[in-house]
C-alpha cells in the first residue's frame, strides 16, 4: 500500500507554487480549553512541518498568511503573543533555512512591526538569500489591498519622475511594483478550518489560482492534508480564461 501511494504521488502534477490561508489557531485551542496563545504555538509548528512537508512533494515556493493589516483589531494581549512569537519563529526560522537550504522572504508593510522584529526579518532574507531550496514567504502586516494601494503610490513616484510613462503600464507593470514582484502566481490557494473566503490574501496573484477549502483546523493541518489539496489541484483543468478544443 505504501509502495502504491508513492507511485501514486509520482503521478501528481504538482503546483510549483502554494499559498495558504493559516486558519482555526484560536478554534483549535478553544476545543481544547486552551487560551488562544496555545494555538497559536501550534499553529506555528504546523508552519515548521509544511515547509519540510512542501519541499518533500516538489513545490518550489510556499506562501503563508501570517498576519493580517486587519489583524490589528484583535485584542493587545493577543497581538502581543502573536508578535511573540513571531521574534521566536524569525530567530528559528534562520536555523532552519541554513540547515534545509531555504530561501525566506517577507511580504507586507513591515514599518508598523517594532523595530526589532524588523532587524530580524532583514537579517533572516539577506542570509537566506543565497539558498537554493524552497522559497518560503511569509505574509506580515500584509493585506492585497494596501499591496495594491502601495504599488501604485510607486508607480505614481515613477511616472512624476520620468522613470516611468503611464501610457506604459499594464498588467505586468502592475506586478513587477508588487511585493511578490519576482516569484510566480500561486498556482493553488488553501485555506484551512472551513470558511470559504480570501479575507484579502493576494486579490492580484491570484485571479487564476485554484482555490481549496478544507474544514481541518491549521495546527492539524498536515502532510497527508498537504496531499489532499495538491490531489484537488491535479482534477482541475487549468484554462486561464480560454477554453479547451473538443
Request: charged share 35%.
Amino acid at each position: 500500500m505504501a509502495g502504491k501511494k508513492k507511485d501514486e504521488l509520482k503521478e501528481l502534477k504538482i503546483p510549483g507554487h502554494v499559498a495558504i490561508i493559516m486558519d482555526g489557531n484560536g478554534r483549535w485551542a478553544k476545543k481544547r480549553f486552551l487560551p488562544r496563545s496555545a494555538g497559536h504555538s501550534a499553529g506555528s509548528k504546523t508552519v515548521e512541518q509544511i515547509c519540510d512537508d512542501a519541499w518533500s512533494l516538489g513545490i518550489k515556493y510556499l506562501t503563508v498568511y501570517a498576519f493580517s493589516t486587519e489583524n490589528w483589531k484583535r485584542s493587545e494581549s493577543e497581538i502581543a503573543t502573536l508578535m511573540d512569537l513571531l521574534r521566536k519563529y524569525m530567530k528559528n526560522c534562520l536555523e532552519r533555512s541554513k540547515k534545509n537550504n531555504m530561501r525566506v522572504r517577507v511580504i507586507g508593510d513591515t514599518s508598523r512591526l517594532d523595530e526589532d522584529l524588523r532587524e530580524s526579518i532583514q537579517t533572516l532574507t539577506r542570509e537566506s538569500a543565497v539558498n537554493t531550496g524552497l522559497t518560503f514567504t511569509v505574509a506580515l502586516n500584509y493585506g492585497g489591498r494596501d499591496e495594491i494601494v502601495r504599488a501604485f503610490g510607486k508607480m505614481l513616484s515613477d511616472c512624476s519622475e520620468g522613470r516611468l510613462s503611464a501610457k506604459d503600464i499594464c498588467e505586468e507593470t502592475v506586478s513587477k511594483y508588487l511585493d511578490t514582484a519576482d516569484m510566480p502566481d500561486p498556482d493553488l490557494v488553501i485555506r484551512t478550518s472551513g470558511e470559504i473566503r480570501l479575507s484579502n490574501f493576494l486579490p492580484w496573484q491570484s485571479a487564476y489560482s485554484e482555490l481549496y477549502f478544507t474544514d481541518v483546523l491549521w495546527p492539524d493541518f498536515d502532510k497527508k492534508e498537504l496531499i489532499k489539496a495538491v490531489e484537488y489541484y491535479n482534477k482541475k483543468d487549468r484554462r486561464f480564461g480560454g477554453r479547451n478544443e473538443e
